[in-house]
C-alpha cells in the first residue's frame, strides 16, 4: 500500500510541479519515446516473441509500426490540439473573449493488456503525455517478458518521476486501484472493467474502458467469397486468435457455410503451410489457463477444420466450427483463440437479430457487394466499431475513436482522441469590466421591459434558414444599439 | 430525424403552455421570482432547444474522416449511435432547467430517457410527473417518481447511460451503480466556486456581478461564487459596494423584494443558518424559519477551518477570506478540490489570465459570474470532485451519442493487402520496413 502511494505522490509531485505541461516538453518526452523504439526494437521484438510466439515481421507491424505511427501523428498535430478553440459567441458576448481551453487532467492510470502488451501501454502512454498528465503506466503481468522490458526502459528514456511502471499481478493492481488518479484507461475483459470503474467511483475518477466481446462477423450471400474469407482468416487468426477486434463468429446462410470453410482452409494453407505448428508465423496461446479455457470451447463441437493442439507449447492449431449452437458454451464468451465458430442464419434480418439479442461487441463486420445491405446492418445493430468487407482495418484509421460501447467498454482514443480523452475542456469567458450597461439587462429588480429586453439577446431564434439568420443578427444589433441608449436612463 | 425534431419541438410546447404553472411551481418549491424562473427554467432551455433544432441536422450526419493513402478507395466515418435507454437524475435547485436541457441532447440523439425529477422541489416534481408525458411518445419517455429509496432501486436497473446532477457523494453511489452494469455517465457535481478579487477593479462593477451571481436563486446555485478572496484594503472597499447592490437590487429589506428567493427546506434552512456562525455578519444575517428566509448576507473574519469553508454553501452567504496577494489565492485554491467554476476579478489582462492557467476548474469566468454557462457553445461540466463529462449545445448531443468508427471497404483491389498476409518472408518485411520509414507520419498502419 505505501509503496503505491508512494509512486502515485511522486507522480503527483511532479504533475504539481507544473513540468509536465509545456509544449516543449512533451514534445521532447515523446521523441525520447520515439528513439526509445527505434534504439531498443531488438529487445522489444525479442520479448514479444518470448511472450506470445510473436514472429518479427508480425510484431513490428501489429505493435511497432502503430506506436511510431502514433508517435509521429502526436509530435505533428500537438501545436494545434493544444491550441485554445475559439468559440460561437451570442450577442451578450459579443465583445468577449470566448474559448476552450485544453488542459492536462493530473495523474493518469493506463493498465495495459497481455495480446498486444507493447502497443496497448505506448499507445495511451502517447496520448498521456501529449495532453501534459503525468502517468503510471501498469503493464500486464501476463506476458511478463513485455512488462519487464518496459519496467526497465521507461526510466531510461522518460522523467522517472512523471511516468513509473508499476508491476505486479492482481494483488499490486487492486493496491493501485486504491490510489485517486484523475483518469484511468483499462485494457481488458468486461469482468475487470466492472472492478476498475466500481474503483474508479470512490474517487469519481473518469474511466475509459477498452474491453471485448463476441465481433460478429456476417457473410452475404452476393459477395467474393474467396477475398472475404481471406480477409478473415488474417483478421480471425493473427496472434492466434488473441484480438480484441478479431471476428470471434460468422454468421451466413447455411448454402454457403461448406464454400466459407473451403475457402477459409485454401488460405490457412497460404498463410501457414501444410504444418501449422512449424509455422514460424502462427502465434501460441499465452498460457496454461486460457489454453485450456480455449480447448473447452471445442466439446461437443462439429470440427470442420483443426481442433489440434498441444498442451506443452499452448498451440491450438486454426480451427473452424460447423452448424454452431447459439446456445453452445462457445458462443456465450469472447473466444480469444484460434477457433471460428459458424452460426447459420436464413436472412440478414435473421443475423440482426442475432447481433441484437446480445450484448454490444467491440467490432461488427459485413461482408456483401449489396450496399444497401452494409447500410441496413451498420443502422440496426450497434458496436463500438465496425468495418464492412474487411476487418480490423477500422482500427488502424487514425481518424477514427477507437473504442467500445454497452459491455463492450466506454470512451474511446487513437490520434487525436487520445488527446483530448485525457484533457480536460475548460470553458472559458472573459468579460471586460466596463460595459456594465448591458448587465444591467439580467439584475433586480426584474420586470416585463427586461425581460422581453434579456429574451432578445439571450434567445437564439429557431431559424433554420441563412437568410433569417441573417436578418435576426441585423435586427438584433440595432437592437443592440437602442438598448444601449436606452439602459442608461433606466433606474435600476 | 423528423421523429426526434417532433419530439423536441413537443417539449418546446411544454414550456410555453406550462410556463405559468412552472414560474408557480418553482415559486412555491424555492420561492423563486418569476424574473429568475423565467430567465433560468424557460429562456435558457428554449435556447437549448433552438441551438438543437437549429443544428440537428447537421449534427447527426456521418462525419468523414482522414484516411490513410492506402485507403482513399474506401469510406471512413464516424456515426453518431443513440446509447439507448437513458436515465436523467435532477435535482431541486433549477427543476426543469437541469432535466429539460440534457432530456434534449438525449432526445437530439436519438434514446429513449426516464427522468427522475426531484422529490425535495415537490410541485415541480408533480407538475413534470403529470404534464411531461402528455406532450412526448410514452413509449419512449417516461417519468420517475421517489424519493432515496425509489432511486436506489431504480439504479439497479440497466442503463445505456446515466447523467446525473447533485452532489459529490451521491455522484459517488451514482457511478458505484452504474459500474454494475458498465453503464457510460455524466456527473454534474459540486464544489466551492472560488472569487478572486484583484487591488485593481472596479469596485462597484465587481460588487453588482458578484452578488448577482451569489444571490440568483437566493445561493442555490452549482456554479454561483461560494468564497470571495481578497485582500483586505479591497475588503474595506469592497463591502460597501456590496452592500448598494444588495439594496439596489433587492431593496432595503430583501424579505419584501418579489425577487429574492427562499431556502428548498427546512434541512437545507438549518443547514445554513448553522453557517452563519463562521466569522463575522457584516452584511445581512437575518432569518426566518417559518418562511425559510436567509438575507444576502456576507461574512468577513473567516478562518479556512471555519465550517463555512468545509461543505459547498448552497446558500444566500457570501464569506470573504483575506489574502495579501495573487499567488497566496492562487495557492488556496489549489490546495483544495477543483471547483466547477473559478471566477477572477481584475482590469488587469495578465492577473485574470494568471488565475486561468495556474488553476483547474470545470469551467472560468472572468470579470463576471455564471455567464459561461449561457453560450452553448461552450461545454459545462466539472473536473475531479466537481464531476466528469460534459453538456450544452452540441456537446449534449456528443454526451448522448456513441461515435461509432466506420470503415467500409470494397472487395477488389485485394493485391493491395497482400503485404499483410503471411508467410513473412524477410522481402515481405523489409517492405513494410521501408515505407513505414518513408511515409510514418499518418499511414503507418497494417497496409
Not at chain 1, 459485413?366 to 476487418?391: C, H, P, W, Y
Request: aromatic share 8%.
Amino acid at each position: 500500500m505505501e509503496r503505491m502511494q508512494q509512486i502515485v505522490g511522486r507522480a503527483r509531485a511532479a504533475f504539481s510541479s507544473g513540468r509536465s505541461r509545456p509544449l516543449e516538453f512533451r514534445i521532447q518526452q515523446l521523441k525520447a519515446l520515439e528513439r526509445m523504439v527505434q534504439e531498443k526494437e531488438k529487445e522489444i521484438l525479442a520479448a514479444l516473441k518470448a511472450d506470445l510466439n510473436k514472429c518479427g515481421p508480425n510484431a513490428y507491424s501489429h505493435e511497432i509500426l502503430g506506436v511510431l505511427g502514433e508517435l509521429a501523428l502526436t509530435m505533428e498535430k500537438l501545436p494545434s490540439w493544444a491550441a485554445p478553440q475559439a468559440v460561437k459567441k451570442n450577442l451578450l458576448t459579443l465583445r468577449d473573449e470566448a474559448y476552450i481551453n485544453y488542459e492536462p487532467l493530473g495523474v493518469v492510470l493506463v493498465i495495459g493488456a497481455w495480446n498486444y502488451p507493447f502497443v496497448l501501454v505506448m499507445q495511451p502512454l502517447i496520448g498521456a503525455i501529449a495532453a501534459g498528465n503525468a502517468v503510471v503506466v501498469k503493464p500486464s503481468e501476463v506476458s511478463e517478458n513485455t512488462a519487464r522490458l518496459v519496467a526497465e526502459l521507461l526510466p531510461q528514456y522518460l522523467d522517472k518521476d512523471l511516468y513509473p511502471v508499476v508491476t505486479g499481478g492482481v494483488p499490486e493492481t487492486t493496491e493501485l486501484l486504491t490510489q485517486r488518479f484523475d483518469h484511468i484507461l483499462y485494457t481488458g475483459n468486461t469482468a475487470v472493467g466492472k472492478i476498475v470503474m466500481a474503483a474508479a467511483a470512490k474517487h469519481l475518477t473518469p474511466v475509459t474502458l477498452e474491453l471485448g466481446g463476441k465481433s460478429p462477423c456476417y457473410i452475404d450471400k452476393d459477395c467474393d467469397l474467396a477475398v472475404a474469407c481471406r480477409r478473415i482468416t488474417w483478421g480471425k487468426y493473427m496472434n492466434c486468435g488473441q484480438t480484441c477486434i478479431a471476428p470471434d463468429y460468422i454468421l451466413c446462410d447455411p448454402s454457403i457455410q461448406s464454400q466459407v470453410v473451403e475457402n477459409i482452409k485454401a488460405t490457412l494453407k497460404e498463410f501457414y503451410g501444410e504444418d501449422v505448428k512449424s509455422s514460424p508465423d502462427y502465434e501460441r496461446i499465452v498460457n496454461q489457463r486460457h489454453f485450456k479455457r480455449v480447448k473447452s470451447l471445442l466439446e461437443g463441437q462439429k470440427i470442420a477444420h483443426g481442433g489440434e493442439s498441444d498442451e506443452a507449447s499452448c498451440f491450438i492449431a486454426p480451427t473452424i466450427l460447423t452448424d454452431v449452437s447459439p446456445e453452445s458454451k462457445v458462443m456465450e464468451e469472447e473466444i480469444f483463440g484460434p477457433v471460428l465458430p459458424i452460426v447459420t442464419v436464413k436472412s440478414v434480418d435473421e443475423a440482426i437479430e442475432f447481433i441484437n439479442y446480445r450484448e454490444k461487441p467491440l467490432a461488427l463486420y459485413v461482408f456483401s457487394n449489396n450496399k444497401q445491405l452494409i447500410r441496413r446492418v451498420i443502422a440496426e445493430t450497434s458496436s463500438g466499431g465496425m468495418t464492412a468487407n474487411d476487418v480490423i482495418m477500422h482500427s488502424v484509421v487514425p481518424g477514427l475513436p477507437f473504442g467500445g460501447v454497452g459491455h463492450s467498454g466506454m470512451g474511446a482514443y487513437h490520434g487525436r482522441y487520445s488527446f483530448e480523452t485525457f484533457s480536460h475542456r475548460r470553458a472559458c469567458l472573459i468579460k471586460d469590466l466596463r460595459w456594465e450597461a448591458l448587465n444591467k439587462l439580467r439584475y433586480p429588480p426584474g420586470s416585463m421591459e427586461m425581460m422581453h429586453l434579456a429574451k432578445f439577446f439571450l434567445l437564439k431564434q429557431c431559424n433554420r434558414s441563412r437568410v433569417g439568420q441573417f436578418i435576426s443578427a441585423l435586427l438584433a444589433a440595432v437592437k443592440a444599439v437602442v438598448a444601449k441608449v436606452l439602459c442608461p436612463q433606466r433606474k435600476v | 430525424m423528423e421523429y426526434r425534431m417532433a419530439q423536441l419541438k413537443a417539449l418546446g410546447h411544454f414550456l410555453d403552455d406550462k410556463k405559468q404553472q412552472i414560474l408557480e411551481a418553482t415559486a412555491s418549491d424555492l420561492g423563486k421570482a418569476p424574473f429568475e424562473a423565467e430567465l433560468s427554467e424557460i429562456l435558457l432551455c428554449k435556447n437549448e432547444l433552438h441551438e438543437t433544432l437549429n443544428n440537428l441536422s447537421c449534427w447527426m450526419k456521418d462525419e468523414q474522416v482522414d484516411r490513410t493513402l492506402a485507403m482513399q478507395l474506401d469510406s471512413a466515418f464516424i456515426r453518431k449511435d443513440p446509447y439507448g435507454v437513458v436515465l436523467i437524475i435532477a435535482p431541486w435547485n433549477y427543476p426543469i432547467h437541469l432535466f429539460l436541457v440534457p432530456l434534449v441532447g438525449a432526445i437530439a440523439a436519438g434514446n429513449c430517457v426516464i427522468v427522475k425529477p426531484s422529490e425535495v422541489s415537490k410541485k415541480t416534481e408533480r407538475l413534470v410527473a403529470e404534464a411531461l408525458p402528455d406532450y412526448l411518445d410514452k413509449d419512449c419517455f417516461a417519468v420517475v417518481t421517489g424519493g432515496v429509496q425509489e432511486t436506489t432501486r431504480l439504479l439497479e436497473n440497466k442503463f445505456d447511460y446515466i447523467f446525473f446532477t447533485g452532489s459529490p457523494p451521491v455522484g459517488r453511489v451514482v457511478m458505484t451503480a452504474a459500474a454494475k452494469h458498465l453503464t457510460p455517465v455524466t456527473l454534474e457535481l459540486g464544489g466551492k466556486n472560488p472569487c478572486y478579487v484583484s487591488d485593481t477593479c472596479d469596485v462597484t462593477n465587481v460588487a453588482r456581478r458578484v452578488a448577482w451571481g451569489r444571490f440568483f436563486n437566493a445561493g442555490q446555485t452549482c456554479i454561483a461564487p461560494d468564497y470571495l478572496l481578497c485582500t483586505i484594503e479591497m475588503q474595506e472597499k469592497l463591502l460597501p459596494a456590496l452592500r448598494k447592490a444588495i439594496d439596489d437590487f433587492y431593496g432595503p429589506n430583501p424579505r419584501e423584494s418579489p425577487d429574492f428567493g427562499r431556502i428548498v427546506s427546512d434541512k437545507q434552512f438549518q443547514r445554513l443558518r448553522a453557517l452563519l456562525g463562521s466569522g463575522r455578519v457584516a452584511i445581512g444575517g437575518q432569518t426566518d424559519e417559518a418562511e425559510r428566509y436567509i438575507a444576502p448576507t456576507v461574512l468577513v473574519d473567516v478562518q479556512p477551518l471555519d465550517p463555512i469553508m468545509q461543505e459547498e454553501i448552497f446558500g444566500p452567504i457570501l464569506p470573504i477570506m483575506i489574502i495579501t496577494n495573487m499567488d497566496e489565492a492562487i495557492d488556496f485554491i489549489n490546495s483544495r478540490e477543483r471547483p466547477l467554476a473559478v471566477y477572477a476579478f481584475s482590469s488587469d489582462d495578465k492577473v485574470v489570465n494568471q488565475v486561468l492557467e495556474r488553476t483547474s476548474s470545470g469551467g472560468f469566468c472572468g470579470n463576471d459570474t455564471l455567464m459561461h454557462v449561457t453560450l452553448p457553445s461552450l461545454p459545462f461540466g466539472g473536473i475531479g470532485n466537481s464531476g466528469l463529462g460534459t453538456h450544452h449545445g452540441k456537446f449534449s448531443f456528443d454526451t448522448f451519442s456513441h461515435h461509432r468508427g466506420c470503415l467500409k471497404r470494397g472487395m477488389g483491389w485485394e493485391c493491395l493487402n497482400a503485404p499483410r498476409y503471411p508467410p513473412y518472408s524477410q522481402q515481405k518485411f523489409g517492405v513494410i520496413r521501408a515505407m513505414s520509414k518513408v511515409r510514418c507520419k499518418n499511414d503507418c498502419t497494417l497496409l
